[in-house]
Each structure stands twice: as C-alpha cells, then as structure tokens.
C-alpha cells in the first residue's frame, strides 16, 4: 500500500522546518551528508519544504550572500528517473554558487555532484504581472548561454523524495556559465541539441525538448511559480532553465565540457583536486 501524508500529518510544522533547516545546514557546514529530512516533513508536503528553502536560504543571504536568480530542477524525465522524483521544482541562486570565473571548481565545497548541461536565460525585463505567457517569457529574455550546473545533494547517496530536494534548494550546488551570448531571435531553444563530454568520453546527451518540452515553457513554469510564491523573477536575474540530458558524477580532478547548438557554443569546467577547498 502507498503512504499518502497530507500536510496535517506534521503536527508542529514551525517545529519541523526548524529542524530540517538546521539539518541541512549543519551537513553543508560540516562536509558531511546528513539522514533524508522527509522523516519531518512528510514525503509530499510541497509547501512545507520550500519553507524550509527559504529558512536555508535566508540564513545564507543574512550571513552576507546576494540572490542572483534561480534554477529550475527535475525538467528531464531522464534526471527524475535517476533521482526517483515525477515532478520539477526550482531553487535559488546566489552570488558565491557562480563559479564562472574560477580556474577550477573548487571540489572542497562538494559533497556528491553531479552535472548537468542547460541553456541558462539571463532576463532583461521583470516577470511580475498576472498575464505571463510564453511570449511574454520570450520578450523578457536578454540573451542566453551554455550552462553547467553542478548539482549536489546534502542527502546521504542521493536518497531522496521531492520533499527532501526542495528543502536543499533543489539539490543546488555551483554553476558554470559558457561566454558566447545568443539572442532568442538567432536559435530555437527547444531544437538545441546537447553532447557532454567528461575526460574527453561522451557521457550524456540530449536536446531542448528533453526540458520540459521547450526550455521557455520550463521559464514561464518558474515566472508563474516565482510569482504565485510572492517573490517574481528580476531583471537582471540568471536562470538556469533544466537539464537537457542525463546527469553525470563529477569526481575530483575530472574535466567537462558541454557542446551545444544553436550558437550557444561550449562551456567547459575542471574539477580541483579533493584537497584544494577553492
């Protein structure tokens, strides 16, 4: 039989964000992945775990991090199937999770990542009104890039329900912007296609269609869940549209490179030894 656990199944839920907060933050503090945190929350209780990504996050932003946008998560069937979640869910970006301009990604600050390849979309215009549509979505797109973006669970082995990665910001780690800028009007998101490389081998692949159906309707998904959670997508903001091919382990040391089409070009990554924290 499935366990249905409704959101009056957590008695003090005050109580249980608390703990689940301290949780994961004490296992990215200590370098240490800590027990799954839906013993709390229950393993469906969607609003109850992004209230836990905004206790997270808002410690890390008191503690002097800035917001620079969000990523959306879990748009590949291929990626839900490996982490055994059926729906996408978004979390946030902040300033020290771009390592763009660093020689190596510092492997010291990681637990268990992952990569994954995306179009990121860094918006020109706000997505704050009631009307929001794909072609207002499109209009309010500065430019586009390749992306990298290096998951990483605080969750011993990746053990997780929906309620366990949207309380880890979406299993948020680091992200890695490619250099070549492309209009909307030069490509097509959804027709991009998407080869991974590690250490030279071919290690995932796939295209826009594998986000969501298009990328764009994966950003108009976020603006409208963004809004409707009273805190809309900014200009100026970097989103991080969702994996357009399976994800691939990142062990210390390792080299990455995405291809896209479509103009977007490559992005490439090399992961520092385990002993450099960056």
Avoid at 164 to 176: I, K
């Amino acid at each position: 039989m499935t366990d249905v656990w409704e959101p009056a199944a957590v008695a003090d839920r005050e109580t249980a964000v608390a703990e689940a907060a301290t949780r994961l933050t004490v296992a990215a503090r200590d370098h240490r992945p800590c027990a799954p945190v839906r013993d709390l929350l229950g393993p469906t209780d969607i609003s109850l775990a992004y209230a836990v990504q905004r206790r997270v996050i808002g410690e890390r932003i008191a503690a002097g991090a800035r917001v620079v946008g969000r990523k959306i998560g879990l748009t590949s069937e291929s990626v839900q199937r490996q982490v055994g979640v059926d729906r996408p869910d978004f979390g946030v970006l902040l300033d020290d999770m771009d390592v763009s301009g660093l020689p190596a990604v510092p492997s010291g600050r990681l637990l268990q990542p992952r990569v994954e390849a995306e179009i990121a979309f860094v918006l020109a215009a706000d997505l704050d009104t009631d009307d929001l549509d794909l072609d207002r979505v499109r209009s309010a797109v500065g430019y586009a890039v390749a992306a990298l973006e290096i998951v990483d669970s605080r969750v011993t082995g990746w053990d997780i329900a929906i309620t366990d990665t949207v309380a880890d910001n979406a299993s948020s780690g680091l992200f890695v912007l490619g250099r070549q800028r492309v209009g909307l009007g030069e490509f097509t998101p959804r027709d991009v296609t998407m080869r991974l490389y590690a250490d030279g081998e071919l290690a995932s692949q796939g295209n826009g269609a594998a986000c969501l159906g298009d990328p764009l309707a994966a950003l108009l998904w976020l603006a409208r869940t963004a809004r409707e959670f009273g805190d809309p997508l900014r200009a100026g903001q970097v989103v991080l549209s969702g994996a357009l091919g399976p994800l691939v382990p990142t062990p210390p040391g390792i080299t990455v490179r995405a291809e896209m089409t479509g103009g977007l070009g490559s992005v490439t990554a090399t992961f520092s030894p385990k002993d450099q924290e960056g």
